[in-house]
């Protein structure tokens, strides 16, 4: 989910998305962020929203010129923020299965702010819900990419990286929606948890299985 990755999956959106903002501009986003992930953005007007964040609305049309198009824009700056905070709680984790059990942690924590409301309204607006498919493709990869790094060192047994990847993508993307939180009486993190230590399980090399004391060689005749 780098910055390039989202300006492809969103490009269009809006002329000039891409431009540098000011200080002023991005912290006004934050606070935009802060609000939607708390109480969603498709009941908002802009008159609400200038009233909420006590600036002008021509402050927010300089941010996007539609209500509609400044809520792409607050989405894809909170996918921006959560990629950068997650590549760098990775950093320094070599060892692969240390780091695919922290991303998902990662992922868990970033996700635990977003309301349902905020959700649903991703999920209603084409645009939006672009901007997350997009982001959640990058993390499908990022995931593809660490089972890969652990079966060429012999850390996991061989597997189908991009179907487990995608696999993992679909759970994480039920426990967003709040779906398996629903049916499984979990925590977000307790899902991530225990999804980390599945996938971590599935993945371990295959132990040879014990021949129970039997002389081998007697066995092969």
């Known amino acids: 989910m780098t910055e390039a990755v989202l300006s492809r999956g ?3 959106t809006r002329p000039g998305a891409s431009r540098t903002r000011t200080r002023r501009q ?16 498709a009941h908002f007007t802009l008159d609400d929203l200038a009233a909420r964040l006590r600036c002008s609305k021509s402050t927010l049309y300089a941010l996007a010129p539609s209500k509609e198009q400044l809520a792409v824009s607050v989405v894809r700056h ?14 320094d ?11 998902l942690a990662a992922i868990g924590d970033e996700l635990r702010p977003a309301s349902g409301e905020f959700i649903e309204d991703i999920a209603a607006f084409e645009p939006a819900r672009a901007a997350y498919e997009t982001n959640a493709r990058f993390a499908a990869e990022r995931i593809r990419g660490f089972i890969r790094e652990g079966v060429e060192r012999g850390v996991f047994r061989d597997v189908h990286a991009a179907l487990v990847a995608e696999m ?17 009486g979990l925590t977000s993190a307790d899902a991530f948890a225990e999804l980390a230590t599945f996938v971590l399980n599935g993945l371990a090399p295959v132990a040879p299985q014990d021949d129970g004391g039997v002389d081998k060689t007697r066995r092969a005749r």
């Open 10 to 12: 969103t490009r269009g």
């Open 26 to 41: 991005t912290e006004l986003l934050d606070r935009l962020e802060a609000l939607f992930l708390a109480e969603g953005f």
């Open 78 to 91: 909170y996918f921006k923020s959560v990629a950068a905070r997650i590549e760098e709680r990775i950093r």
């Open 93 to 103: 984790v070599i060892d692969v299965r240390e780091r695919i059990g922290a991303y």
């Open 168 to 184: 993992i993508n679909v759970t994480i993307a039920g426990i967003q929606r709040g779906d398996i939180l629903e049916r499984t």
